[in-house]
T-cell receptor, first 115, second 115 residues
């Protein structure tokens, strides 16, 4: 399985600011995803990070709020923009080596608290 | 739309005993994948087991096995010889056999293994 790292592991931010979360994989992967896990809740897919093109967002998530980059096959970033306390969550990236039916492996997550 | 339901918010088991976690799902698809992920307090999502819907044989992985009932849309996880390290939140997840790679998660079951 992949070795996936995320930075930062946690952060406390003021409302109205933005935070960029990085996801790095130790080898090239076909697909990268970003999920949100609100406190005490399950995981919800935010978007699929597409290499060299715009991310594909799920219903309820928009690019202005969660801009995503994927400049190559091993790296992606998620920005949480103009944060409010409701954005306090764990943000996780996941990767799949093969196609969409392939198993996804998750990074360690970034715990974000917005004051 | 697909949904995943885990009806047991919390469960406990004595060390060395066997426990079964329940999961049901709703879909009109015929081809799909099912997963169990484990999330210990460290919040790292760890793959436990994967099942392809076209396979009649139940997947097993060491002490972990599933009971996959396609007609009943049921996908339970059995943990044998429970260990303290099995204490975690367990999530059941569904993925369509398409080109999106989207994982749909259940609400999770918190499992406590008692010494």
């Amino acid at each position: 399985s992949a070795v996936i790292s995320q930075k930062p592991s946690r952060d406390i931010c003021q409302r109205g600011t933005s935070l960029t979360i990085q996801c790095q994989v130790d080898s090239q992967v076909t697909m990268m995803f970003w999920y949100r896990q609100q406190p005490g809740q399950s995981l919800t897919l935010i978007a699929t990070a597409n290499q060299g093109s715009e991310a594909t967002y799920e219903s309820g998530f928009v690019i202005d709020k969660f801009p995503i980059s994927r400049p190559n096959l091993t790296f992606s970033t998620l920005t949480v923009s103009n944060m409010s306390p409701e954005d306090s969550s764990i943000y996780l990236c996941s990767v799949a080596y093969g196609g969409a039916g392939d198993t996804q492996y998750f990074g360690p997550g970034t715990r974000l608290t917005v004051l | 739309a697909q949904t995943v339901t885990q009806s047991q918010p919390e469960m406990s088991v004595q060390e060395a005993e066997t426990v079964t976690l329940s999961c049901t799902y709703d879909t009109s698809e015929n081809n799909y994948y099912l997963f169990w992920y484990k999330q210990p307090p460290s919040r790292q999502m760890i793959l436990v087991i994967r099942q392809e819907a076209y396979k009649q044989q139940n997947a097993t992985e060491n002490r972990f096995s599933v009971n996959f009932q396609k007609a009943a849309k049921s996908f339970s996880l059995k943990i044998s010889d429970s260990q303290l390290g099995d204490t975690a939140m367990y999530f059941c997840a569904f993925m369509r056999a398409s080109n999106t790679g989207k994982l749909i998660f259940g609400q999770g079951t918190t499992l406590q293994v008692k010494p």
